[in-house]
């Protein structure tokens, strides 16, 4: 009986036990809950970002188009997206890239005030002053603490 006992602990065993799998599965949800709302957050500023990015190509399209078409006079004019893609200066299929929803002919306008300086660019009723054109952020949100 001895022997079959000290053969028994002798041998090899391979594989994980049923604590050591449940330790990695604990350490693994642990880290998917710190991870997964980062993640949102990381996504989710990056669509607003991009969404000011093309801002900023339709503001150089405007100021393209008001230099070739309109002589260079920018004081007090205000242009369409519909200006911009009768005449060429963009893409009719541009589209923000937050909701993929195709920019409209005229609620998406570039407006410069009476000095000639960028005043506001909105895109489908979300507006962006020239600052955070300039700057190519989209503005800061505040979190809101939620209820547990």
Known sequence: MLK????RLKKEEKGFTLIELL???VIL???AVIAVPL???IIDNTKKDADVATA???YDAARLYVTGELDGDFN????TFK???DAGYIASNTSLPSTKAQLNDTSSVVTFNATGELQSVALNGKSYTAAQIKDGKAPATTATPTAT
């Open 83 to 85: 200006n911009l893609v």
């Open 39 to 41: 993640i949102g957050k």
């Open 76 to 79: 007090g004019k205000s242009v």
């Open 4 to 7: 079959k006992v000290m053969k």
């Open 29 to 31: 949800a642990v880290i």
């Open 56 to 58: 900023q190509q339709l």
């Open 23 to 25: 330790a990695v599965i």
